[in-house]
């Protein structure tokens, strides 16, 4: 059963990080790529990143997919992002994300309604 908040609103497992890149992202985050993917495996190492990456093609953003974290911690971390902190992101959102259906490995994150 999904848990649920006192007001009766289902309290999301999952979040999403959304970021919005600038233009020629491809050449312009070469110096910082390896710090980005250092700080993100970090939290892929804790257990809070379940999933990320880029999108488009050219890349014009990417999302992430938090567990284990409330959405203010998450905007805490993205503000330490080497990506963000250098411009690279030009804007950056969280979402709670509602997980209904999805592979065997993520059930303990999927909500049951």
């Known amino acids: 059963m999904a848990s649920t908040s006192s007001t009766g609103a289902i309290q999301p497992k999952l979040h999403i990080l959304q970021y919005e890149y600038i233009a020629d992202v491809m050449e312009k985050r070469k110096p910082h790529r390896e710090a980005h993917l250092a700080f993100i495996g970090k939290q892929v190492e804790k257990g809070n990143v379940i999933l990320g990456g880029a999108y488009g093609s050219p890349p014009t953003g990417a999302l992430l997919i938090f567990r284990n974290l409330s959405s203010n911690e998450i905007e805490q971390l993205a503000k330490q992002d080497p990506y963000v902190l ?28």
């Open 86 to 113: 250098n411009g690279i992101v030009t804007k950056h959102s969280v979402e709670p994300y509602i997980a209904v259906v999805g592979d065997s490995l993520l059930s303990n994150d999927l909500i049951k309604i």
